[in-house]
């Protein structure tokens, strides 16, 4: 007998509502309400390599103050679009992975099925480092992508609260202490912040958290086609190019005295193993062919890939290693970064944070990375 009617209707909701819980329960993601509270913050601060540092801050910020991260979408910057675009987390990373170290839950599932009883319109707070000093209140969402970042979620706060007295290291003494005597999850659920409550870049003893940061089945998947296709014929050298005019003019201005950016992640956080140079941040042409041949012919490659948001130089690298180049087109960062973390060999950008992803990926995995234009002190290129 064939269903029809409201009848049918109803059972067909109530079927797929069953059904999405089984697959977010699947996941490791509890719908049941935490009474430890919830952390959620906006990813504001630069593009994914920025974003992603931040991330790893934000959930071991969650784990040491023992709430549910709400994981929020990747805030993405559509050429010549008015406003940012906002991607679910699961778009690029498994979520199941995330939840090994830590309680998390997508935001979208947060604000759907939690939100309206434990944090509903009319009692949500804001949290920033400081309040405006002619409001008296956070600019939560002042300006984008803040303001289209929680219009997303339908989200606007009816008060706020500055945390600048607390303590922001996780290592501090009395850490998780003040932190929840300050702001009790009996009174306060949701930790809304306007920003992550992390560091740029990425704090030393977060880095090793990279590990939980697995793609998506879908970007894995692209991966693994692209160098099917491209990339089989024996081992290949992935690289990043980050230059161009902007970059340039950057690079221009370096002292030599602080780091720049994800510099830590090649001169070590004390400056360990040099500084920072114009070439390190702007490596000369002639200097990164002649690195990519020494690597090609070390690693015995068949080809080259090349990951940039700019000139890829195909030809004119190609012709330098004699052995075939490729880009990924039209580029899409997310599967060039998965392909950079497979390849045999892999030499980045030291000043660039989406060259440090690639760089943390391959440290937890434990493949071999290079930096262009820089040699540890005592002579070594290689991590």
């Known amino acids: 007998m064939k269903l029809q009617g409201p009848f049918h209707q109803i059972l067909t909701f109530v079927l797929l509502h069953v059904f999405s819980h089984l697959c977010l329960a699947a996941a490791g993601v509890s719908l049941e309400v935490d009474p430890k509270g919830y952390i959620v913050f906006c990813p504001c601060m630069g593009r994914f390599g920025n974003q992603a540092d931040h991330y790893l801050g934000s959930l071991e910020f969650a784990k040491s ?16 679009a008015a406003k940012s675009d906002q991607i679910p987390f699961s778009t690029y990373f498994s979520v199941d992975a995330i939840a090994e170290y830590h309680r998390v839950i997508p935001m ?55 945390y600048g007295h607390l303590p922001m290291k996780t290592q501090s003494p009395g850490f998780q202490e003040s932190w929840l005597n300050s702001f009790p999850p009996s009174e306060y659920p949701v930790l809304a912040f306007a920003g992550a409550p992390a560091s740029f870049p990425v704090e030393e003893h977060n880095v090793g958290l ?19 296709k491209e990339l089989s014929e024996g081992p290949y050298v992935g690289i990043h190019l980050r230059h161009g005019l902007d970059w340039n003019n950057v690079c221009g201005h370096v002292d030599g005295k602080n780091h720049l950016f994800a510099s830590p992640q090649c001169l070590g956080y004390n400056f360990e193993y040099g500084r920072v140079t114009e070439e390190l941040c702007a490596p000369p042409r002639d200097v990164m062919k002649k690195q990519l041949k020494k690597i090609v012919k070390k690693i015995e490659a068949k080809a080259v890939f090349v990951a940039t948001d700019s000139d890829a130089l195909i030809q004119e690298l190609q012709k330098a290693v004699k052995v075939k180049v490729v880009q990924r087109t039209p580029p899409e960062p997310h599967i060039d970064l998965a392909i950079l973390g497979k390849s045999d060999h892999y030499i980045g950008n030291c000043v660039s944070s989406f060259s440090s992803f690639a760089t943390r990926e391959r440290e937890v995995n434990g493949k071999p990375t290079s930096f262009w234009a820089f040699k540890r002190k005592g002579g070594k290129e290689e991590l």
Request: glycine share 6%; aromatic share 18%; with cysteine.
């Open 65 to 80: 103050v023992d709430r549910t991260l709400i994981l929020p979408p990747w805030v993405e910057y559509p050429y010549r």
């Open 210 to 228: 990279q590990e939980y940061f697995q793609w998506s089945r879908k970007i894995e998947q692209e991966a693994d086609d692209f160098i099917i």
């Open 108 to 162: 979208e599932t947060f604000m759907k099925e939690l939100a309206p009883s434990i944090w509903p319109k009319g009692e949500r707070v804001g949290f920033c480092y400081r309040k405006d000093g002619e409001t008296g209140a956070c600019r939560m969402k002042e300006g984008n992508p803040f303001g289209p970042f929680w219009d997303k979620f339908n989200i606007h706060f009816d008060r706020s609260e500055e």
